[in-house]
């Protein structure tokens, strides 16, 4: 059964780039009903803080991504966060020393970094000499045994290749003489990344490694550790970068990049997981609205793309309305209350109201894209805050006044809910009585009963209106009859 992993570090709010990867191994397992694992790399213990990763499993499990062992569910193959993991790390790096693979670093950090400002310009691209590669082992584990601080360097072999398959982008290598000899393990005995994730995935049994592929060099490394240990690397799939529109790496400065921050705005899970997942592949033919299911079923990692991704914000708000109208009247309403009583909306959530609410949304997604901008449109279902320039308007206008006050008196005598069919039976019957019509009969009712000039269609705000009246919710939704009156003097 094939593993893969996910494996990120705790250091701040999920970005979209990160969540891609969740996904892609996500969808890869699923689809060949292996095994996902989610693992903490929290060895950075300055960035790494307990409420990121706490944020980290909600944002994940918010988006749709499930696991099947991690840090919350447990598994076999734990513990799953680096931060207990020591053991592990501390007989790796022993056996990695006594195969004159790894050999002790006594310089402090203070002297690495004027060693790199001494090279500078100098033929030595790595700004490092290596000055502790040659010491002789039994002096240095003397030092150590003395209480000297030292960390530990992983012996990147020199003047040969180093080459592994990507199922991205193919073969891909790497000549050893320009890798660092990475520290493996810090002096404060704080594994490093590149050896920690090596150690891991071999005992956590990951045949498939997928990740951003500014992680590239860090593969050729950790190949070569593998390669010291004397096992066989799993596969690797090395995935795009998410780009904005400029071409820059996807940041705050192009708009939203968290999954907390697209969670407020009002999108759905199930749009940003359709919509992250077209970012460098694509189903193959033109559908780009897929469910979750759907798109398990039909991911195929070798069809990824190499090209950069690109973030287009306007495409994921097409696919949010999309994914809004998918959704079942009753379940949108109670996916969408919590935004309406963001809004300022009290109202029981009951099926009928949910329903209604669902019923609504739905509507008003033909006008706003996000569940945010439709909770601030429900307000012009409650309020009448018309301006004294459209009332004045609507009375100074004889054939206003006139079809105004017909559509009044139509009206007055049904009780609401008024069925739109009744409306269009009302408005043919002035323009036979009246002889107005077209624009000179819809425009005032329109104004007179959303104060706008132009916007929603009566079609669709009337049902809203007289279906919501009835309904107990507060602040009520105000039906047509009760703004007509404000007009019909
Ligand atoms: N913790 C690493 C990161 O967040 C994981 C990279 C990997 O998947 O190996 O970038």
Redesign the pocket.
């Known amino acids: 059964m094939i593993r893969v ?5 705790p ?1 701040g709010f999920v970005h979209v780039g ?1 969540a891609r ?1 969740a996904l892609f191994n996500f969808f890869h397992v699923r689809g060949k009903k292996g095994v996902c694992v989610l693992r903490i ?1 929290d060895t950075d213990v300055e960035r790494s803080k307990k409420e990121y990763e706490e944020n980290l499993l909600t944002d994940l499990k918010w988006l749709g991504i499930e696991w099947d062992e991690g840090p919350d569910v447990g598994g076999d193959f734990g513990p799953y966060r680096q931060s207990e993991r020591g053991e592990f790390y501390k007989q790796a790096v022993q056996r990695l020393i006594e195969k004159d693979n790894a050999y002790y670093c006594f310089c402090s950090r203070e002297e690495l970094e004027k060693e790199k400002q001494d090279l500078i310009g100098l033929d030595n691209p790595a700004g490092y000499t290596h000055r502790c590669r040659n010491l002789d082992m039994e002096k240095s584990r003397l030092r150590v045994s003395q209480g000297e601080e030292a960390a530990v360097r992983f012996k990147v072999p020199k003047n040969r290749q180093v080459s592994f398959r990507d199922m991205v982008r193919g073969d891909v290598s790497f000549e050893t003489n320009l890798l660092n000899d990475p520290v493996i393990m810090r002096s404060s005995g704080i594994p490093a ?1 590149n050896f920690s ?1 090596v150690i891991d ?1 071999i005992s956590m049994k990951i045949d498939l ?4 592929e ?2 590239l060099s ?1 593969t050729a490394r ?1 190949v070569l550790i593998y390669e010291a240990l004397e096992q066989t690397p799993p596969e690797f799939a090395h995935l795009s970068m998410v780009m904005g529109a400029d071409n820059a790496k996807l940041s705050k400065r192009h708009g939203s990049t968290s999954l907390a921050q697209f969670r407020e705005q009002g999108y759905l899970p199930a749009a940003l997981l359709n919509y992250l997942s077209l970012l460098g592949w694509s189903p193959g033919d033109d559908k780009q609205v897929l469910t979750k299911e759907e798109l398990i079923k039909s991911f195929n990692l070798n069809k990824v793309s190499k090209s950069a991704a690109i973030f287009d914000y306007q495409k994921l708000k097409w696919i949010n309305r999309e994914h809004i109208r998918l959704l079942e009247d009753s379940t949108l309403g109670e996916i969408f209350s919590p935004f309406l009583e963001e809004a300022g909306f009290a109202f029981e959530r009951n099926p009928e109201i949910l329903t209604w609410i669902g019923k609504t949304a739905k509507v008003m997604s033909n006008y706003h894209y996000l569940l945010t901008e439709i909770a601030e449109a429900f307000k012009s279902l409650t309020k009448v805050d018309f301006s004294p320039d459209i009332i004045k308007g609507l009375r100074d206008s004889g054939t206003s006044r006139k079809v105004i006050s017909r559509l009044f008196a139509g009206i007055s005598r049904l009780d609401s809910p008024v069925a739109f069919s009744r409306i269009v039976e009302i408005t043919q019957k002035i323009r036979q009585k009246t002889g107005i019509k077209g624009k000179e009969l819809y425009h005032p009712i329109r104004l007179a009963l959303t104060g706008k000039e132009s916007g929603i269609e009566l079609s669709d705000f009337i049902p809203m209106i007289e279906e919501g009246s009835i309904l107990k919710i507060s602040p009520p939704v105000i039906n047509m009859k009760s703004r007509l009156e404000i007009h019909d003097h």
Do not use: L, W
Not at 5 to 9: D, H, L, N, Q
Not at 209 to 212: A, E, L, Q, S, T
């Open positions: 992993r996910f494996a990120p570090s250091t990160n990867t790399e990344y994730v995935d490694v997928i990740r951003g500014d992680h860090n950790q």
